[in-house]
């Protein structure tokens, strides 16, 4: 393709809303435009990726067994009430106005109100469905460009089971089919989330990549692939060890002390020498959560534990039940149920709060002096603690899913009531599963990931062009025709050329776009070199320069690529 002929309106500044670097890069090469909040336009060269994308998924849904389909995106609203679902998406769902219309934010629905008039029989089954099409969602914040939009494209896909062994095997493919489309892409992905692995289980795994932009933060240990939210993840518990003498409890006058790190100064104490506490009212009692030095509680483990509702107790209750405020409370004499992180298991010598403003206990030892004390894993994971499987350090980063397989079960077939005879005559509801990838997704995850200050850098299978052809002049006769020339040649193999043939202009200025687009080879014509019979090629990763002669040029550029 001819630049001077493309509408590739390439940006020298970052436009002033974008923050996340794949989305400044895309409105910077012009590959996409915003047309409302979370509402995007994808220009050619932008749409060559996506098109890349979706070649890539395709093969690899084929190579399982899927059958493509494209289905309405606007949805009878009535077939949604079936699973209850206009409720339970909320405001995230589109309506069309004056109209009982949805526009679907996934397509559960449409696709069982298919099987359910059509796979009546076990001999139907197993069935794999997929399309590549829209979704609308009406996302609350819609940032980051085209990685949370409000339309966006989804590669879904359905399986239909008669047994949940079957279900289970059409859970695998996906599983590997995700692998091999997200490896293909060269994205560092990561899984969070194993099946249950039993039968009839609903597991569900989540594809993520590392990302500013991303809304989960995760604990990820890159040795043995461990990946878990944070809200859930465990870490190697390295207890307190307990001290072989205990002292005797004495209270310490510790005035306008508040914090862990306060009282470790004024009493010249390391951290985990101190037992933090946090007052929650758990169905209407009171619970102290002890944790070590500056462990924060990891609020979703303690309502998993705990059960019931849960929330930390005001400042005033807190008053009342300990006669002290926050900074000051302590499990000795504290009324009420304790419940320790397992980090503090049988510990002694602990500093902590007296329940009395301005004074701290020491020589705490909970075995002693904690009657009816329980232990849990309450803590919120950080980065450096070891892993649980295999005990190298674990990351926490925010990162965003990109793909989500998921066993559904009989849930859509129950509601929806999409029964089948089995081989004994029985009717039963098909078992199904979900599987999404977010196209979009992909692609900004890869610039995220594949990128410098200058620009994009794109690998051979998902770059828009394979090379960025440059003439130096374009008012030199034998520039024009040597990239004429060596245009038509690659061409004609198959090497997807995009030719800066632009008139005006300058030098500079084209090598800054080919290094913003990122195109993985650039050739470069000039007059000087050509006089020899040679043009420059430059690799945009490594930034390696060659002189190739013409001759060979068609047969090293191959080499290049490959
Ligand atoms: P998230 O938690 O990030 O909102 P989700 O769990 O709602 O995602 P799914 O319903 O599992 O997403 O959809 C399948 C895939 O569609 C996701 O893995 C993601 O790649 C993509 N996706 C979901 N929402 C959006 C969006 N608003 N914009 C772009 N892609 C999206
Ligand atoms: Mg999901």
Redesign the pocket.
């Known amino acids: 393709m001819r630049l001077s002929k493309s509408f590739i309106p390439t940006l020298k500044e970052v436009p002033n809303d974008a923050v996340v670097k794949s989305h400044i890069l895309m409105l910077r090469a012009g590959m996409i435009r915003m047309v409302s909040a979370g509402i995007y336009s994808f220009l050619p060269l932008g749409y060559r990726v996506i098109r890349k994308i979706t070649d890539i998924i395709r093969e690899e849904m084929n190579a399982i067994g899927g059958q493509e389909f494209h289905l309405p995106a606007l949805n009878p609203r009535e077939i949604w009430e079936e699973t209850n679902r206009v409720e339970s998406f909320g405001d995230i769902l589109f309506h069309v106005k004056n109209r009982d219309y949805v526009l679907a934010p ?1 397509h559960e629905e449409i696709m069982t109100y298919h099987a359910r008039n059509v796979l009546k029989s076990y001999k139907d089954l197993p069935q794999i469905w997929y399309q590549i099409q829209t979704k609308f ?1 009406n ?1 609350a914040r819609p940032r980051s460009g ?4 409000r339309q ?1 494209l ?1 590669k879904d896909s359905y399986t239909f089971d008669a047994t949940w062994e079957q279900l289970d095997y059409a859970y695998g493919l996906h599983d590997k089919a995700y692998r091999k489309i997200f490896n293909k892409c060269d994205l560092k992905y990561f899984v969070v989330g194993a099946s249950s692995g039993a039968m009839g289980g609903t597991g569900s795994e989540e594809f993520m990549v590392k990302s500013d932009a991303g ?1 989960d933060t995760v604990a990820y240990c890159e040795h043995c692939g461990y990946a878990a939210n944070v809200e859930v993840a465990v870490s190697k518990i390295e207890g307190k060890k307990r001290e072989s003498k205990s002292e005797e409890l004495k209270e310490i006058s510790t005035p306008s002390v508040k914090s862990i790190d306060e009282l470790c100064t004024f009493l010249k104490i390391g951290e985990t020498q101190c037992a933090k506490s946090r007052v929650y009212i758990h169905d209407g009692k009171a619970v102290l959560i002890l944790m070590l030095g500056n462990d924060e509680v990891n609020e979703m483990k303690l309502q998993k534990v705990l059960g019931g509702t849960i929330r930390p107790a005001h400042p005033d209750e807190l008053k009342e039940m300990t006669g002290a405020d926050a900074g000051s409370i302590g499990p000795i004499g504290f009324k009420g149920r304790i419940i320790a992180d397992l980090k503090l298991k049988d510990s002694n010598n602990l500093f902590s709060g007296a329940n009395k403003n301005d004074f701290h206990i020491g020589g705490i030892d909970l075995q002693r002096d904690v009657k009816n004390i329980e232990y849990e894993d309450f803590r919120i994971v950080k980065s450096g603690e070891l892993c649980a499987k295999c005990e190298k350090p674990l990351e926490v980063f925010t990162a ?5 397989i998921f066993k559904l079960g009989t849930k859509y077939s129950e509601s929806m009531k999409a029964m089948f005879l089995d081989e004994n005559g029985k009717e039963n509801p098909l078992i199904m599963g979900s599987y ?3 196209v ?2 992909v692609m900004a995850c890869y610039i995220e990931q594949h990128h410098d200050e200058k620009g994009m850098i794109w690998d051979k299978t998902l770059a828009p062009f394979h090379v960025h052809l440059i003439a130096l002049n374009m008012r030199k006769q034998d520039i024009v025709d040597a990239c004429g020339k060596i245009y038509d040649e690659l061409s004609q193999v198959g090497i997807e050329v995009l030719y800066d043939d632009r008139l005006d202009a300058q030098a500079g200025f084209k090598f800054n776009d080919a290094d913003l687009l990122g195109m993985p080879l650039q050739i470069i014509v000039g007059e000087k070199k050509l006089r020899e019979n040679k043009v420059e090629v430059k690799v945009r990763k490594s930034g390696e320069r060659f002189d190739i002669i013409l001759d060979d040029l068609t047969i090293k550029v191959k080499e290049l690529l490959a």
């Open positions: 996934t969602r996302e085209v990685i949370r939009g966006f989804m809304e965003i899913e990109l793909g989500h999404g990838i977010g979009e997704r």
